[in-house]
């Protein structure tokens, strides 16, 4: 069973458009990152979030634990904006267990 | 300040070899993560270490899988016997407890 998952898979936006990407959990958790990853690169962390609202530059998150989701907004797009989006949550009690969904493949045009 | 640290970078090994990749975590971290990442199955997570003790040990993975912590500053992932579907890049990962996580550039694994 997928216990995070990612919508969409992929994306393709123009230059300087909006992106909203979704996370939803099937499980609770209280611990939410957002990662970025360049083809061939490393991943990087973008936002830890978990819950309420978080911003970092054109980077906004906002996750509501009760429901089970959280989401990542990008704001007026850029090229370099491209690459695969990753949501994780923490799994687990007593335990720091981090599970990753899919990923959301962004592609922004110029 | 270093950040996590693997290698090799790249192996290749033949079918049924032994393969050992290392890390070495940012300095202080105390958890420690191994991860799978494949294009149809994402990241998987092998094992996960808290203050050198095995939390996680990849379930699934566990047959043929086994990572260790020797110290608090490496770790080592051996995969033995190895086969083909094991070709993937393999990601470690550190963090401080409940905290954001750092990965390393990985280690690409063909297996021929």
């Known amino acids: 069973e997928q216990q995070v998952q990612q919508s969409p898979a992929s994306l393709v936006l123009q230059e300087a458009e909006n992106a909203e990407l979704q996370c939803s959990f099937s499980?609770?958790?209280?611990?939410v990152q957002w990662f970025y990853q360049r083809p061939g690169g490393r991943l990087v962390s973008l936002l830890y979030?978990?819950?309420g609202t978080k911003q970092s530059g054109r980077l906004t998150s906002t996750t509501v634990i009760k429901e089970r989701r959280s989401s990542l907004h990008i704001s007026s797009s850029q090229i370099t904006d491209s690459g695969t989006y990753l949501c994780?949550?923490?799994?687990?009690?007593?335990?720091?267990?981090?599970?990753f969904g899919k990923g959301t493949h962004l592609h922004v045009l110029p | 300040d270093a950040g996590v640290t693997q290698t090799p970078r790249h192996e290749v090994a033949e079918k049924g070899q032994t393969i050992i990749l290392k890390c070495e975590p940012v300095?202080?971290?105390?958890?420690l993560f191994w991860y799978r990442q494949t294009k149809i199955q994402g990241l998987e997570l092998l094992s996960y270490?808290?203050?050198?003790?095995?939390?996680?040990d990849g379930g699934a993975f566990k047959d043929r899988f086994k990572a260790e912590m020797l110290n608090s500053s490496f770790s080592t992932l051996k995969i033995q016997p190895t086969e083909p579907k094991d070709s993937a890049v393999y990601l470690c990962?550190?963090?401080?407890?409940?905290?954001?996580?750092?990965f390393g550039a990985g280690t690409r694994l063909s297996v021929l």
């Open positions: 990962a550190s963090s401080a407890s409940k905290n954001t996580l750092y």
């Open positions: 499980i609770f958790t209280n611990q």
């Open positions: 979030n978990p819950s």
């Open positions: 994780a949550m923490e799994r687990g009690t007593n335990a720091y267990k981090v599970i």
């Open positions: 300095s202080g971290h105390n958890d």
């Open positions: 270490f808290r203050s050198k003790s095995l939390m996680e």
